[in-house]
T-cell receptor
Framework: AQSVTQLGSHVSVSEGALVLLRCNYS??????LFWYVQYPNQGLQLLLK??????LVKGINGFEAEFKKSETSFHLTKPSAHMSDAAEYFC???????????FGQGTRLTINP | KAGVTQTPRYLIKTRGQQVTLSCSPI?????VSWYQQTPGQGLQFLFE???????NKGNFPGRFSGRQFSNSRSEMNVSTLELGDSALYLC?????????????FGPGTRLTVL
């Protein structure tokens, strides 16, 4: 079964600093990978997705992620954190042949002024 | 386009009761999926409907059921509620329900079971 592991349930960075949220996947076949963000009392919003095209994927709000097969990773980065980035971030994998997202446990990002 | 809407937004029930949650997908979207979000278990897939048929099902007991109507609107039902069913229930819609399709999420229904 496919799964994802997010390292670090809480990440805290200063405003203007690099944001790095880690995600590793487990899959016997090339996966489809997603990053979603959830703001308080809201649903999930797609940041970006990898569907076996370019390995460096650019998303909304300045976020990007790189698919590294050798490391089974799909880490999310943003060069400069903004206060509005404070939220919970979820990495997810979609098994081939099925529309069902398998989510990681989430990483809560805090931005310090 | 209007986003995914879910009703009601908040619900309080007691153990043993049943509950029905409603989801209206984005216009033109044919696939609707349901997820349960709890602090302990995180986000878990419940089921997915496409063209009024359940195509995929997660690992939940039979008390959890759903259906989809011809206009793609979907409902999920939980019978004989337990305390552990307290959660945020999220609905998501996508165009064709392919594994690469983006799923657009609604704001969720927060269910509290007392």
């Amino acid at each position: 079964a496919q799964s994802v592991t997010q390292l670090g349930s809480h990440v805290s960075v200063s405003e203007g600093a690099l944001v790095l949220l880690r995600c590793n996947y487990s899959s016997s076949v090339p996966p489809y990978l997603f990053w979603y963000v959830q703001y308080p009392n809201q649903g999930l919003q797609l940041l970006l997705k990898y569907t076996s095209a370019a390995t460096l994927v650019k998303g909304i709000n300045g976020f990007e992620a790189e698919f590294k097969k050798s490391e089974t990773s799909f880490h999310l980065t943003k060069p400069s954190a903004h206060m509005s980035d404070a939220a919970e971030y979820f990495c997810a994998v979609s098994p081939q042949g099925a529309q069902k997202l398998v989510f990681g446990q989430g990483t809560r990002l805090t931005i310090n002024p | 386009k209007a986003g995914v809407t879910q009703t009601p937004r908040y619900l309080i029930k007691t153990r043993g009761q049943q509950v029905t949650l409603s989801c209206s997908p984005i216009s033109g979207h044919r696939s609707v999926s349901w997820y349960q979000q709890t602090p302990g278990q995180g986000l878990q897939f419940l089921f997915e409907y496409f063209s009024e048929t359940q195509r995929n099902k997660g690992n939940f007991p039979g008390r959890f059921s759903g259906r989809q109507f011809s206009n793609s609107r979907s409902e999920m039902n939980v019978s004989t509620l337990e305390l552990g069913d307290s959660a945020l229930y999220l609905c998501a819609s996508s165009l064709e329900g392919r594994e690469t399709d983006t799923q657009y999420f609604g704001p969720g229904t927060r269910l509290t079971v007392l």
